[in-house]
Every structure is written in C-alpha cells, then in structure tokens.
C-alpha cells in the first residue's frame, strides 16, 4: 500500500459531501486518494492547493497538506480477460447473454470466476441457455460459479422485487422507461391504473408506492409472476395493488370502463390486445404506454428501413389500430404523444414504445 503526501481541505462531515462533490465538478479531487476522517472532519484530498477564487466557490478556509493511501487502479474485466463479455445483472445475479458461441466453453468458467472476484455483489454467475420465449417470456438459465440458485431480489428505482428470472420475465435495461411512466402519475392524483402485462410488479410497484392513493389492477397469465407480485407488495410496504392471475383476453370484461391509465408492456403481441385496453378505459378516456417491436435493416434485397422509417410504420401502425377501436368505443381524438425506441430487441429490431393519449 503507497501513500502520499498531498494538498487537502478539512471540512466538518455535515458538509463533507456537498465539499465532495463541488471539487470533484472543479476537477481538483484526487480520485485515486482514499478520502479519511479524524472525529467530526474529512479530509479531501486536492490534485493541487486551491487558488483563493477556487476556495470561496468550495466554501472552505482550512487548507494543509496530509498523508493518504493510493488506491490501486481498479482493472476492467476487459483488462483480465481481454475482451468484454455481455452480461446483465439481475440482483446479485450475473446472466451472460452473449450468443452461445460467443465465450468458448472452456472460457466460460474463467469468465463466471472473473465476474465473481471483479463484483463483491455478485453471488451467481448463470448463462442464458434459451432465448426469452414462450406466452410467459421466461428464459432458461445454466448455473456456471457461485451459488446454486436463481432467486433474488432486484433493487430499480427505490423499490425491490424478488423474483426468478427463470420462472418470470425481468428486464433490468427498462428501469428507465418503468421511470419514465410511473413519473407521469401525480402523486396527488387519484388514478386508476391497468397493467395488462404486470409480471413481478415492475411497473405496478414503483407506481402504486409514488401514488398512494391511485389504485393499479396488476394482471399476469404466469402464476409465478402473480406469486412474486404479492411478495413484492409486502417488500415495498404498498397495498393499493390487485394483483389478478389469468389471461388478460378473458379478465378485460371484469374491468368495463375502469381505467385511466394502461401500460402495455407484452411488445411481441400488444396489437392483438387493443381492443381490450380500449373496453377497459375510462369513457372520458386516459393515457396507453403501448409496447412493440419494430425491425429496421440497413439494406437488404436492395431495400433499407432505417430507424426513423421503423418509428413512422409504427406510428402510422398504432394510430390505424386505435382509430378502428376508438370509433366502436366512441372515443373523439386520439394524440400519439410520443414515439420513441425504448431498447434494442434484436439486431435489427427495436422495441418502440408509444404514448396514446385517447379522449
Ligand atoms: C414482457 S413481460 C412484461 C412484464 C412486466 N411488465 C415488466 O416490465 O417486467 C410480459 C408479461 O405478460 C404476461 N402475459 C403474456 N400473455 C398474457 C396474457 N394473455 N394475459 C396476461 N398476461 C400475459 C407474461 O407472463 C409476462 O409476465
């Protein structure tokens, strides 16, 4: 272990952190110095001493100089192995998800065992064995180092939810568009919410815990899916949920006219459900966060679709949809707020998601 002796500021621990942050902006931290602290103060080490302008903008007058530990550069996986394998952690859970080809098998524990030793988090090291298939979009997954189990608890958005990635649909690359919708419900607000598609609770949660006093009617087809969801309502202390098991084509007829809000998340097939999310809005109508894929390719057969191509078909796809049900349900207007790609799907595919204001 080095140490060295080097410029620093003394600050009461209160504002250690807002002194933090306010260097680390200037660019004058040394990052690769461990900050220490000695009874109420931190001692933040500078990559020079501060001019007298630098100290006011910091808000700081005790200057001196002290010794601290070096850390070591962290290596990247990619310095180890010498390529960068694609995986997606789900709890304390790694999944690879490179094609099965991809990582050689004899590389595969090597790989498993870096990501453990890189990753104090990670417990499991699994590789995905299957693609994401089947009416309750699951995967099966193969168990490479660590512990002999899939269950975990993924923590997105200041909400946790247990669940089995081989028994259930979890996607940690949408926690920002989980985000994007459940930000559109006003805590204040009394909303009545569908989630046709709810798997674990993903969307429901994070919505029912920031609008206490909305409702949200969660329905899943996989019984696992609707398990997992009453065990996520506990963890998260929210009880303003309705967790339903079943197939959304028959349970829309308990929902007549309910809601104000539907999301739409089941991108492969969402079009052959519009007509239900239609039955199950609210006659002065309510807001549709719509899921579905569209493919773009560069160029083939002397064609190309690029992506702005893909999202003006779907455009064009949805709002024809939503007329033919908007008139049977006697809706007026009908404003596609925004269309926009949420996530690769495949590699010429994206999963679009659109936002249908209907009234
Ligand atoms: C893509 S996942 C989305 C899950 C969740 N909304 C999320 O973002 O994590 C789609 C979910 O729809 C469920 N599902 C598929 N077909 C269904 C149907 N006909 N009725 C109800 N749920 C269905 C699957 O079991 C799966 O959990």
């Given at each position: 272990m080095r140490t060295e002796n080097l410029h620093c500021v003394k600050v009461e621990k209160g504002r250690g952190e807002q002194v933090r942050r306010a260097l680390k902006e200037l660019k004058l931290?040394?990052?690769?110095a461990k900050i220490t602290s000695k009874s109420d103060c931190i001692y933040l080490p500078l990559i020079r001493a501060l001019k007298a302008a630098e100290s006011e903008v910091v808000g700081v007058t005790e200057f001196l100089t002290a010794d601290f530990t070096i850390l070591e550069p962290r290596r990247s996986i990619e310095d180890i192995l010498g390529f960068s394998p694609a995986y997606e952690i789900i709890g304390d859970i790694a999944v690879l998800?490179?094609?099965?080809?991809?990582?050689a098998e004899t590389n595969e524990l090597q790989v498993a065992h870096t990501i453990l030793d890189l990753h104090k988090n990670i417990k499991v090291v699994a590789k995905r064995?299957?693609?994401?298939?089947g009416v309750y979009r699951n995967r099966k997954l193969k168990i490479?180092?660590?512990?002999?189990?899939t269950e975990t608890i993924h923590k997105e958005n200041g909400c946790r939810y247990k669940l089995d990635p081989e028994k259930v649909y979890f996607n940690p690359s949408l926690a920002g568009e989980r985000n994007r919708v459940a930000m559109?419900?006003?805590?204040?607000k009394t909303e009545q919410i569908?989630?046709?598609?709810?798997?674990?609770?993903s969307f429901a949660i994070q919505i029912a815990k920031r609008a206490p006093q909305s409702h949200v009617t969660a329905i899943d087809i996989n019984p696992d899916a609707i398990r997992y969801l009453h065990e996520n309502m506990g963890l998260n202390g929210v009880r303003n949920i309705e967790p339903i098991e079943g197939d959304v084509s028959g349970i829309y007829l308990k929902c007549e006219?309910?809601?104000n809000r539907i999301i739409m998340n089941?991108?492969?097939?969402a079009y052959m459900f519009l007509r239900e999310a239609l039955y199950m809005l609210h006659p002065k109508g309510g807001m549709i966060h719509f899921y579905t894929v569209e493919e773009f390719y560069p160029a083939k057969g002397g064609k190309s679709k690029s992506l702005d191509m893909a999202l003006e078909i779907t455009k064009a796809k949805v709002t024809a949809k939503l007329k033919e049900h908007c008139d049977e349900f006697h809706y007026q207007t009908l404003e596609l707020q925004e269309v926009r790609?949420?996530?690769?799907?495949?590699p010429y595919a994206y999963i679009i998601g659109v936002d249908a204001a209907i009234y």
């Open positions: 931290l040394r990052t690769d998800t490179g094609s099965q080809d991809t990582i064995i299957s693609a994401v298939e490479l180092a660590g512990e002999n189990r559109q419900v006003e805590p204040s569908i989630d046709m598609f709810a798997g674990v609770g006219n309910k809601a089941l991108p492969k097939s790609k949420v996530k690769p799907y495949a």
